[in-house]
């Protein structure tokens, strides 16, 4: 299996919604193109966690989530 790195891009914005029990995650990049994910809450608790664990000046390696 080859291992292909993705372009990495700039983070331009983000907006979210509740939609029936689920989230949906707009991701929007330098080049004005959108990335649309759904989570679940747990996702969405696990990616804040993260989030808080980085800006605390640790790392948010161990809370990669599947689901």
């Known amino acids: 299996m080859e291992f292909i790195m993705a372009e990495r891009r700039i983070l331009a914005g983000f907006a979210s919604e509740s939609d029936d029990g689920s989230f949906v995650i707009h991701i929007v990049d330098d080049r004005d193109e959108v990335f649309e994910i759904r989570a ?24 990669h989530a599947k689901g």
Not at 41 to 63: D, H, I, P, T, Y
């Open 40 to 63: 679940s809450r747990e996702n969405v608790e696990l990616m804040v966690a993260n989030l808080q664990a980085v800006l605390g000046g640790g790392s948010g390696e161990a809370n």
